[in-house]
């Protein structure tokens, strides 16, 4: 069985968003929904889960602590449990709504 169908259903929705692109951050939000004026984020880059996950400097020292070593995307979208875990605490302790 597939981890994700054994998570709560938070962190289930919280993947499966960042998976999708259909979230709240503003790229979708402004590009899909026209519900913001812009999808740039605060550092000036499109907020997208993969800026989030993986390059975004507001959220580096998070990252770091939860992914210690360098981690690709798909590993943190599609990969190990162990991964998908960490993904899955990084959008609450982030402060973002996914």
């Known amino acids: 069985m597939s981890f994700l169908y054994e998570t709560h259903p938070r962190e289930q929705v919280v993947l499966l ?3 999708t692109g259909h979230n709240r951050l503003n ?3 402004a590009t899909k ?3 913001v004026p812009s999808p740039l984020y605060p550092c000036g880059k499109n907020q997208t889960a993969e800026h989030i996950l993986q390059a975004c400097p507001y959220h580096s020292a998070l990252r770091d602590t ?3 070593e ?3 995307l798909q590993n943190k979208l599609y ?3 162990e991964d998908l875990e960490r993904t899955a605490r ?3 302790q982030s402060g973002l709504t996914i």
């Open 70 to 72: 360098e981690t690709a």
């Open 90 to 92: 990084f959008a609450p």
């Open 33 to 35: 929904l026209k519900l």
């Open 27 to 29: 790229h979708h939000m």
């Open 79 to 81: 990969g190990p449990r």
């Open 17 to 19: 968003r960042f998976r």
């Open 66 to 68: 939860i992914w210690p």
